[in-house]
């Protein structure tokens, strides 16, 4: 059985203070303003005094969702520290606080979880200004503040020829992008965001600051608290400042299109492609013949409706390239590729064009039916490549026999792959219903319900199913040593109990 824990704290109901805004009162937003004096006025929004203030009633709005489809709700107070200590100052005033105050930490707001809504109200800490950011060059890493966003970062490393390998579509912030474990197209090379973490600053549930890690490439001193912390959503502390891996710009760019006759035949040939090591190979993406049909409408190109992949090549001179291209090219043609059907740019702009449709199909997906109110429910889920096709035929089935667009963007090198599925309001629960039958299969055949948007608590109830009783056990008694007051983003990734539910399932 599990140690006796406090009950979770879901909102401030009461406290000495007058006035109370949404469960937050003045002597709580008075405290934290004296805590963030040094980041000015604008530190500390509140709802209490934000009415007809609209850029502060726009933060609070902002803070009430994230991208996701998930329901939102209302922020009535939002903190905007500008360093770690004052972060770090603000988590222990709400530990200390009568009763505790419930804390849902915020990076840029591009999950797609749910796991920055603020469901358990109190107050909502925003790392978003925490931008501080200094490139070392001859040791090849990067200390940035959590809220630097990914684009930020990269514009600084090329200064000195570097870039952060990681590359999600989206801009997210970089503590963000650690936080859910984010990765994007290139982790066949470059890995996720995990793998390009070397330490971390963190603020504890009882307002300390811990260094996580030296800067150094390896290190075998004890348990490795920073893979702990990436991946954990704000639920066991908030991440202040990171320290990444740089990697050198190697200057030749190039990109190829190859089309297949189908998916098993565009999945059995990336198998084959990932066994040859090609070394200029960065990435390796694919759309399904729907997700082509939508990017054509929206760029008004006419690439044919069939199976695409998308491949980038990184390298110091050309031959590499064009070398590393011809052995794809026959591994391609081997599974049915047809050589005209191949594009092949040898100029980083001429390949940034071709790769328009796979950047843009989350954008296409939204406008491909024309509709009003229109939503799209973006899925996410990773098996092994060689139960992919089999994922991906029954998946496109489901949505497609329901009435439903089925836009896939595959992360195909990884076993990756998103359904972008336009629908209304009205549609939600039937959508919702054929996603929970896809994360499913997903567990059937060996995969995970979420390659890289992260748990939140969209998929809180599945994870129990894919790692069972036991290792969801060992995760909570963590969650319970770390933050033994629950104040740090309840009710996301874990339930605080394992037999009684917290209620937020119904927020969503």
């Known amino acids: 059985a599990l140690v006796t824990v406090p009950p979770i704290p879901t909102r401030i109901l009461t406290d000495a203070g007058t006035g109370t805004t949404g469960g937050v009162t003045t002597a709580l937003v008075s405290a934290l303003r004296a805590l963030c004096d040094k980041s000015g006025p604008e530190a500390v929004i509140w709802m209490g005094d934000a009415k ?44 200390s606080w009568t009763p505790p105050v419930v804390i849902t930490p915020r990076g840029a707001g591009t999950g797609l979880e749910g796991g920055a809504i603020p469901y358990s109200g109190g107050i909502v800490i925003c790392t978003d200004k925490i931008r501080h950011l200094s490139v070392h060059p ?37 503590g963000g992008m650690a936080s859910t474990g984010g990765s994007g197209m290139t982790t066949m090379k470059w890995g996720t965001s995990k793998e390009n973490v070397l330490g971390l600053k963190v603020a504890t549930p009882q307002g300390q600051l811990v260094t996580t890690r030296q800067p150094v490439r390896k290190s075998s001193t004890g348990y490795e608290i920073t893979q702990l912390y990436c991946g954990s959503e704000g639920t066991l502390g908030i991440i202040c400042e990171l320290t990444v891996k740089l990697r050198r710009i190697q200057p030749v760019r190039c990109g190829a299109l190859v089309r297949f006759p189908d998916t098993a035949s565009a999945a059995a040939a990336v198998v084959e492609v990932l066994k040859q090591d090609l070394v200029s190979l960065l990435k390796c993406e694919m759309l399904n013949a729907q997700g082509v049909s939508v990017t054509n409408k929206m760029f008004g190109t006419d690439l044919p409706l069939v199976p695409t992949l998308f491949w980038e090549f990184r ?38 064009s071709l790769w328009e449709a796979r950047r843009g199909c989350y954008l296409a997906s939204l406008r491909y039916r024309k509709q009003q109110n229109e939503k799209v429910l973006i899925t996410d889920v990773c098996v092994p490549l060689t139960r992919l096709t089999e994922c991906i035929d029954a998946t496109e089935r489901d949505f497609m026999d ?20 336009p629908y209304q309001p009205h549609e939600e629960k039937s959508v919702r219903k054929l996603e929970s039958q896809m994360i499913d299969r997903a567990i059937f055949l060996g995969g995970t319900v979420s390659g890289e948007h992260g748990v939140g608590l969209g998929k809180r109830e599945k994870i129990v199913k894919e790692h069972g009783d036991l ?32 209620g937020l399932r119904s927020k969503m």
């Not at 489809?69 to 988590?91: F, G, K, L």
């Not at 329901?402 to 599925?421: E, K, Q, R, S, Y």
């Open 52 to 95: 007809g203030n609209e850029e502060a009633e726009e933060i609070l709005d902002n803070a009430s969702r994230d991208m996701s489809t998930h329901r939102s709700s209302q922020a009535y107070c939002v903190v905007q520290p500008t360093t770690a200590e004052e972060i770090a100052a603000c988590v222990g005033l709400c530990a």
């Open 138 to 174: 001859k040791d090849l890493y990067a200390i940035v503040g959590a809220g630097v966003r990914k684009n930020e970062l990269n514009k600084k490393a090329a200064e000195y020829g570097l870039v952060f390998g990681p590359d999600p579509s989206s801009n997210p912030s970089i």
């Open 315 to 352: 390298a110091d001179a050309l031959p590499v390239v064009v070398k590393d291209y011809d052995s794809a090219k026959r591994i391609a043609m081997a599974h049915g590729a047809k050589e005209e059907g191949m594009q092949f740019a040898d100029d980083g702009q001429v390949m940034d």
């Open 402 to 421: 329901a009435g439903f667009p089925c836009i896939i963007c595959a992360h195909i090198a990884d076993g990756n792959f998103h359904a972008l599925v």
């Open 471 to 502: 290792h969801i056990d060992i995760q909570r008694r963590i969650k319970h040593a770390l933050d033994p007051l629950n104040i740090m983003n309840p009710g996301k990734v874990l339930e605080w109990d394992a037999n009684t539910s917290d």
